[in-house]
């Protein structure tokens, strides 16, 4: 990388990491400020007591996201009975409405900042704030549009792309008033595309896109057209008990009590919010059990992902906190063992894990070294400048061996330390050689593939693969999209300029970060197929996970779009698997056009009717940008489906990394096979470890084949039915039938 290029990227993190509030709204902020050493390390017990001692110190300090000490000065600064020039007081009031903004106080927010266009406006100072108030006015208006109207059960979906006439905002004052603004923005400056962008969308909340944007300025009405037709996927999360606000967090759908239902846990990164258990009454909705499971304490935590770390058959959670915020975010992760009848213990201090407490916000699990438990790889954000890392920024990723239930840092004698801003991470067999490699998603730097060695070490490979790319990169994945039996490699692309968005969907030339597909060719290489696969294309990816929309056998994804501004209004994205020639959109034909901040994404088939349902938990960075949980119901598409349940024995009870082949007959007289391999799916956002596989229009199931790497064996079963339930335990001579009939959801 060229040190111009490292220069570029440190500023991004820093823009997002480790300033104030104004430059993550896109704003240069009037008055520096030291926060970093203002805020204690998150070095608490088990004891609940403790993290809301943390909680309490982020509020009183002045953190840029949660702080609140910084009004205290800006409101002196505005009594003051002089200024050192007449721009001082429009820097001021626009930083103070910023930190109004923060906490959701839009109409506050406009107030200062239309005093401070109409003071500048009357006595014109010597730097001319117009264009940048008219901006911030336009943001902080929409803010005010969607808490008048969105952030509410019977609102969620007027924050949708396309909107049609039945949801446009019923309070107009946002969306009239931001129209107005961007008009005499672009007057200004019309070559302005983000402010274009924005003005579309206005618009849209009005009802009077097309015709109400001036020409110049409208992004064509085919640009919000699918070219192909999932059906509608119906948002119901209100109506399954699934409605609540929150900032960005991470999302799981597991069976956690083993009743055969598919469960919901999500969290927020607030470290004064808790996470949360929505337990599946199979009745249609999810009662809240957090405080029954004994979660209620358990603060904060930017993602999470499911496991069985001590093998008892009960799936545990890992909670990740601290991605993003620097030095701030030294705050531990907790490992919660599920101990039955619904209730969790947090045991981080004595498996091993609790200190050091690094930043982090991505961990996979994986039996690498084929012992039969799963270890943990935690990612780590160091943050360099020009290849040399800073003092403060220092956490290296680590590895944590599994030994019995009790863990060790074995990081430096495997070489996976990293020493980069690690955002991603993804376990996989790429090489089907029997043993789990790690693919490291680096923001600002090369990626890495440490191909595992077989002897506790690993080499990173991935420049002599050509896969260090996307520079600017989040969530990461292996699957099998092409269903070749050798696993490929997906990168998400993540940025920070919603003008890239808008000059993507314009065909305009951008220099937003791109994803990348690379092609596993069997012989021990990758190929870059992006272009090829329709996916080269800017979408500032947060979270994502895959999953099958259709039940067609071919796993399709969803991509949660956003980065901490307020103008992020950005629509998730989906793709649809087109046989694993390519990939198509099908977010406006499937009702996935989200505008808020997409984080945690999972699939899972939560009414067992055999078609996968999609949980998105949605948020963004500030107190004041929450918003409502999303559920997909899915529709149905005609196809045949089964699902499969492995239960290691020798192997990690989990079956993680277990991988399936399965042969099946098709109406034409020929065969295909479909694989799959067991894990929760994305690094942002976790699936159930339940495989719930699509086959097609597959008339029979003529083999099933389970290969077990810890124990290099395989199981192969003739003739399982077609849409059905069953159980696999390694070793044994059949599977078993269970008996799951559908239930309601949502109704």
Not at 32 to 50: S, W
Not at 234 to 259: H, R
Not at 344 to 357: I, K, R
Request: charged residues 25%; aromatic residues 10%.
């Amino acid at each position: 990388m060229s040190q111009a290029r490292r220069q570029v990227s440190f500023l991004a993190l820093a823009c997002i990491a480790v300033v104030t509030l104004a430059c993550a709204l896109r704003f240069s902020p009037p008055v520096p400020e030291t926060t970093v050493a203002q805020t204690p390390k998150f070095e608490h017990t088990d004891a609940p007591a403790d993290i809301a001692a943390y909680c309490s110190a982020l509020r009183n300090s002045s953190d840029p996201f949660f702080g609140t000490q910084q009004r205290e000065r800006l409101l002196a600064e505005i009594e003051r009975p002089t200024y050192p020039t007449r721009s001082w007081r429009t820097s001021i009031m626009r930083e103070l409405a910023r930190d109004h903004l923060r906490f959701g106080e839009a109409a506050e927010a406009v107030r200062l900042l239309s005093d401070a266009l109409d003071a500048e406006l009357r006595e014109p100072p010597e730097v001319s704030h117009e264009a940048k108030l008219l901006e911030e006015l336009a943001i902080a208006s929409m803010k005010m549009g969607e808490l008048d109207n969105c952030v509410s059960p019977d609102g969620r979906l007027i924050c949708v792309l396309p909107l049609d006439d039945s949801l446009v905002h019923r309070n107009k004052r946002g969306a009239s008033d931001a129209i107005e603004y961007l008009s005499r923005l672009l007057q200004m400056e019309p070559e302005d595309i983000r402010a274009a962008w924005l003005l579309n969308v206005a618009h849209m909340a009005l009802g009077t896109y097309p015709e109400g944007v001036p020409s110049q300025f409208r992004v064509p009405e085919a640009s919000f057209e699918s070219d192909y037709d999932i059906g509608m996927f119906e948002e119901i999360a209100p109506y399954a008990g699934l409605y609540a606000v929150n900032t960005a967090g991470g999302s799981v759908i597991e069976d956690f009590d083993n009743d055969g239902l598919l469960d919901v846990m999500t969290s927020t990164w607030d470290p004064c919010q808790p996470i949360a258990y929505y337990h599946n009454e199979g009745d249609g909705g999810f009662a809240d059990y957090t405080q029954r499971a004994g979660l209620a304490g358990q603060l904060g935590g930017l993602n999470i992902v499911q496991t069985d770390y001590n093998n008892d058959g009960r799936i545990d959670l890992l909670i990740m906190r601290g991605g993003w915020m620097g030095a701030r975010g030294q705050m531990r992760m907790s490992l919660l063992r599920n101990d039955g009848d619904n209730a969790f213990t947090d045991v981080t201090h004595a498996v091993g894990l609790a200190q050091p407490a690094y930043p982090s916000q991505s961990a996979a699990w994986a039996d690498y070294d084929n012992d039969g438990d799963l270890d943990l790889f935690s990612c780590g954000e160091t943050m360099r400048e020009s290849g040399v890392e800073l003092a403060q920024l220092v956490f290296p990723s680590r590895l944590f061996r599994n030994d019995d239930g009790m863990f060790t840092d074995v990081t430096a004698e495997a070489g996976v330390a990293n020493w980069r801003f690690c955002k991603g991470s993804a376990w996989g067999d790429y090489d089907n050689d029997g043993d789990a490699d790690l693919y490291i998603s680096n923001f600002g730097d090369d990626n890495r593939l440490y191909r595992n060695e077989g002897d506790g070490a690993f080499k990173d490979i991935a420049p002599d693969m050509g896969i260090t790319e996307p520079m600017d990169s989040f969530a990461v994945w292996f699957w099998d999209y092409d269903n070749d039996g050798w696993l490929d490699l997906f990168v998400a692309g993540y940025g920070t300029d919603i003008g890239d968005v808008a000059s993507d969907y314009l065909g305009l030339p951008n220099d937003g970060a791109r994803p990348r597909l690379y092609r596993n060719d069997g012989v021990g290489g990758f190929v870059d197929v992006t272009r090829d696969a329709g996916l080269h294309r800017v979408h500032l990816a947060m979270g994502a996970n895959f999953g099958d929309l259709d039940n067609d056998g071919f796993p399709d994804f969803y991509l949660g779009t956003g980065y901490p501004s307020y103008d992020a209004l950005a629509p998730n994205i989906m793709y649809r698997n087109d046989a694993g020639k390519g990939f198509v959109d099908v977010t406006f034909s499937g009702g996935f056009g989200h505008l808020q901040k997409g984080h945690g994404v999972s699939f899972g088939d939560i009414d067992r009717d055999g078609d996968q349902d999609i949980f998105v938990q949605v948020g963004g960075f500030y107190p004041g940008d929450g918003f409502v949980n999303a559920l997909y119901r899915n529709p149905g598409h005609g196809n045949r489906w089964l699902t499969v349940k492995p239960v290691g024995v020798k192997s990690n009870r989990a079956a993680i990394g277990a991988r399936l082949k399965l042969t099946l007959a098709m109406p034409d007289g020929t065969t295909r096979s479909i694989y799959s391999i067991v894990g929760s799916g994305g690094s942002f956002g976790a699936s159930t470890l339940t495989q719930e596989i699509g086959l097609g229009q597959a008339q029979r199931i003529q083999e099933l084949e389970v290969y077990w790497p810890t124990t290099d064996s395989r199981q192969i079963f003739n003739d399982v039915p077609l849409d059905s339930h069953i159980r696999i335990r390694e070793f044994a001579s059949d599977y078993e039938t269970l008996d799951l009939p559908p239930v309601p959801l949502g109704n």
